[in-house]
């Protein structure tokens, strides 16, 4: 079974920064690609950043240059570094992990940029 926990959300002013947590247990995690995905209120849930077992990344337009996705395989672990955050990043930020056809979901986590 795998587990997906994020951890690392709350309040921040326009302009700050937050750091993601996704560890993840149950499955080799080095064989995933990860990704962070996000949902605002009355809206789908949309991709932010994902990361290839290879280490290879993509990141959606709007969060370029402003949000880092990162792994660190030998915790299990992947990290969304979130920096000059704005008020249209508020939503709840879900962890996702792929593998062979099958996706793996974390809880979510909070995000509020609010002044």
């Known amino acids: 079974q795998v587990q997906l926990v994020e951890s690392g959300g709350g309040l921040v002013q326009p302009g700050g920064s937050l750091r993601l947590s996704c560890a993840v247990s149950?499955?080799?995690?080095?064989?995933?690609?990860m990704g962070w995905y996000r949902q605002a209120p009355g809206k789908e849930r949309e991709l932010v950043a994902q990361i290839m077992s290879g280490g290879g990344t993509y990141a959606v337009d709007s969060v370029k240059g402003r949000f880092t996705i990162s792994r660190d395989n030998a915790k299990s672990t992947v990290y969304l570094q979130m920096n000059s955050l704005k008020p249209e990043d508020t939503a709840v930020y879900y962890c996702n992990a792929y593998y062979a056809g099958s996706d793996y979901w974390g809880q979510g986590t909070q995000v509020t940029v609010s002044s």
């Open positions: 149950g499955r080799i995690f080095s064989f995933f690609r």
